[in-house]
């Protein structure tokens, strides 16, 4: 948005100086008028794609903002509105001014007997992705409606309520089945740190999405690999095999140097289900798994079907809705 902003202001500083160019009458000025100009088509042809590049991706990251679930959670409709409102403009702004230019040599190239009177390829382009872009928007908003269900998605998903995106009627909080009386337990003795994530709970203040919290931490730091021993089990209910990499505490002797793994069954058993791409390598993985051990608990990270190399037995691959 920065860079959006920023080209937006340079080009409006070069027309401005053209301008005032053109209107002189010496012939030196005249000179400097077309050695300006001609310096400014050279920069816009160098920027002009690095400009395209940045303001799709700006428009793209600003609607994910206005309509992805997880941000109007977390920041609400308004900022992801702003943002939209702002970038559209810009990339609107940005395509008209390269319109114009290219407009601009059209009739130059006319004046000089060229041929090939035709708009750019990548200023159409440029104005499709736009356009593509703000409908695809807008029909995701549109489609949004909180509880109100749509007849034909509800007839063919089994009478199943279209869920919208805006539902203020949940509240962050430990959602269990107060039915269970083992969950019950479990959730009664939770406290509220360790299920809520924000800044009043330790989160990092100039993180602000949750994206940013997860993924910045294992970007800028690394985690020592830890050591696993790798068990295949099967599952009964298809006979397919699935990896555990378990890791097991350290007990607190050396034997020559060396120190032993071992299971203290005081201790709790932590079970990691990995992300959509990850494994027990993943950073994020490996940080959980070393300050548990060091707690003295064992860690067990199951490998989903076909992730990390591991071999299927069966045609059930790896599913994100399914954890076995």
Same mark, same amino acid.
């Given at each position: 948005?920065?860079w959006?902003i920023?080209?937006?202001y340079?080009?409006r500083?070069?027309?401005g100086?053209q301008?005032k160019a053109?209107?002189?009458?010496?012939?030196?000025? /005249?000179?400097?008028a077309?050695a300006t100009k001609?310096?400014a088509?050279?920069?816009?042809?160098s920027?002009?794609?690095?400009?395209?590049f @940045?303001?799709?991706?700006?428009?793209a990251?600003?609607?994910?903002?206005?309509t992805?679930s =997880?941000?109007?959670?977390e920041?609400?409709?308004l900022f992801?509105?702003s943002l939209?409102?702002?970038t559209?403009? =810009?990339?609107i702004r940005l395509a008209l001014?390269?319109?114009?230019?290219a407009?601009d040599?059209v009739?130059?190239r006319?004046?000089?007997?060229?041929?090939?009177?035709r708009? $750019?390829? /990548?200023?159409v382009m440029?104005?499709?992705a736009?356009?593509?872009? @703000?409908?695809?928007?807008?029909v995701?908003?549109?489609?949004?409606?909180?509880?109100?269900?749509n $007849?034909?998605?509800?007839?063919?998903l089994?009478?199943? $309520?279209?869920p919208?995106?805006?539902l203020?009627?949940?509240? $962050?909080?430990?959602?269990?089945?107060?039915?269970?009386?083992l969950?019950?337990? @479990?959730a009664s003795?939770? /406290?509220?740190?360790?299920?809520?994530?924000?800044?009043?709970h330790?989160?990092?203040?100039?993180?602000?999405?949750g994206?940013q919290?997860?993924g @910045?931490?294992?970007?800028?730091?690394?985690?020592?690999?830890?050591?696993?021993?790798?068990?295949y089990?099967?599952?009964?209910?298809d006979?397919?095999?699935?990896? =555990?990499?378990?890791?097991?505490?350290?007990?607190g002797?050396?034997?020559g140097g060396k120190?032993?793994?071992?299971?203290d069954?005081a201790?709790p058993v932590y079970l990691?289900?990995h992300?959509l791409n +990850?494994g027990?390598?993943?950073?994020?993985?490996?940080?959980l798994?070393?300050r548990?051990?060091?707690?003295?608990s064992t860690?067990?990270v199951m490998i989903?079907r076909?992730?990390?190399?591991t071999?299927?037995?069966?045609?059930?691959?790896?599913? +994100?809705?399914?954890?076995?």
């Amino acid at each position: 948005l920065l860079w959006m902003i920023y080209r937006d202001y340079s080009k409006r500083m070069l027309c401005g100086n053209q301008k005032k160019a053109s209107t002189t009458d010496t012939k030196a000025n /005249k000179s400097n008028a077309k050695a300006t100009k001609s310096a400014a088509h050279d920069v816009d042809n160098s920027c002009n794609n690095k400009d395209m590049f @940045i303001s799709i991706v700006g428009l793209a990251s600003s609607a994910v903002l206005f309509t992805d679930s =997880l941000y109007v959670y977390e920041f609400g409709r308004l900022f992801g509105f702003s943002l939209w409102c702002v970038t559209t403009v =810009l990339a609107i702004r940005l395509a008209l001014s390269l319109r114009t230019n290219a407009s601009d040599n059209v009739m130059t190239r006319t004046k000089n007997k060229n041929s090939s009177i035709r708009m $750019p390829n /990548k200023n159409v382009m440029f104005q499709s992705a736009i356009f593509v872009c @703000i409908s695809t928007t807008v029909v995701v908003y549109l489609q949004s409606k909180g509880h109100v269900g749509n $007849p034909h998605s509800n007839a063919i998903l089994h009478q199943m $309520p279209h869920p919208g995106i805006d539902l203020p009627t949940i509240e $962050p909080g430990l959602y269990h089945s107060k039915s269970n009386p083992l969950v019950s337990s @479990i959730a009664s003795n939770l /406290k509220e740190s360790a299920y809520t994530y924000d800044v009043q709970h330790g989160a990092t203040p100039y993180l602000v999405s949750g994206d940013q919290r997860t993924g @910045i931490p294992f970007l800028v730091n690394s985690v020592e690999d830890q050591q696993y021993m790798r068990v295949y089990v099967t599952n009964p209910s298809d006979s397919e095999h699935l990896a =555990l990499d378990i890791a097991f505490p350290f007990d607190g002797f050396n034997y020559g140097g060396k120190r032993k793994l071992v299971h203290d069954s005081a201790n709790p058993v932590y079970l990691v289900l990995h992300g959509l791409n +990850g494994g027990s390598h993943e950073e994020y993985v490996k940080d959980l798994v070393q300050r548990r051990r060091a707690e003295g608990s064992t860690v067990v990270v199951m490998i989903a079907r076909g992730m990390m190399d591991t071999t299927m037995s069966g045609w059930n691959v790896f599913h +994100g809705a399914r954890t076995g």
